[in-house]
């Protein structure tokens, strides 16, 4: 499976970014896909992460309720739909699918498949 990860840019505070996240082959609805991020001089935290069906998706307590996790499986696409940007939401996004337990979610170590990440520059 190889994923590629798009929309990211450099956007005010206040701002919306939509990040998408194309998967090849033919096996993307049999993993839960999720996006990850990464700060400069930080480690990869998780954001938010959608079940295979879509039915049911999680996110970090610092995104909830601002970004939103959504995929198209016909399409074999994932998406971040991100508003009410920060600064502190300045990162490297990755993409990621796989087959982690709940309780393993938010663990990066724990999925699979990778992206390329995609820069969100959030300016003050």
């Known amino acids: 499976v190889q994923l590629q990860a798009s929309g990211g840019g450099l956007v005010q505070a206040g701002g919306s970014l939509r990040l998408s996240c194309a998967a090849s082959g033919r096996t993307f609805s049999t993993y839960a896909t999720g996006w990850f991020r990464q700060a400069p001089g930080k480690e990869r935290e998780f954001v938010a992460a959608i079940r295979k069906s879509g039915g049911i998706s999680y996110y970090a307590d610092s995104v909830k309720g601002r970004f939103t996790i959504s995929r198209d499986n016909a399409k074999n696409t994932v998406y971040l739909q991100m508003n009410s940007l920060e600064p502190e939401d300045t990162a490297v996004y990755y993409c990621?699918?796989?087959?982690?337990?709940?309780?393993?979610?938010?663990?990066?170590?724990?999925?699979?498949?990778w992206g390329q990440g995609t820069m969100v520059t959030v300016s003050s």
């Open positions: 990621a699918l796989g087959t982690p337990i709940l309780r393993e979610i938010r663990n990066w170590v724990m999925w699979s498949y």
